[in-house]
């Protein structure tokens, strides 16, 4: 059974993680149509199937490609959101990030 906080977790990290993957695949079909803009008129394709055929198979293909660092700036990015909006101590206090515990060079941790 997920927890409340668990769900909440898991919601704001996967809308971060979507939020950035929509940027990225928009600037790389911008990036691309510019390109490829005359190739597609040389082939005098219409527009659905350049959509349906080509960029649905391009976009998929480079999310499934950049996922890795996708995730990694979407992990940056959420905790850094959760830290500023101080949510890490409060899940801290409720000894949910028990690894946070560990002293830095200004002493222990207030939480510890």
């Given at each position: 059974m997920i927890r409340?906080?668990?769900?909440d977790i898991i919601t704001r990290f996967l809308g971060t993680f979507f939020f950035i993957l929509v940027l990225?695949?928009?600037?790389a079909v911008v990036f691309d149509i510019s390109e490829k803009t005359e190739d597609f008129?040389?082939?005098s394709a219409s527009l659905g199937e350049i959509v349906t055929r080509y960029y649905f198979n391009f976009v998929i293909y480079y999310a499934n490609f950049f996922s890795g660092l996708l995730i990694f700036l979407a992990v940056i990015l959420f905790t850094g959101r959760l830290?500023?909006?101080?949510d890490v101590i409060t899940f801290s206090?409720?000894?949910v990030y028990t690894w946070m515990a560990a002293p830095s060079k200004y002493g222990p941790a207030p939480w510890s």
């Open positions: 409340t906080l668990d769900r990225i695949m928009a600037v008129a040389k082939m830290a500023h909006r101080s206090a409720c000894c």
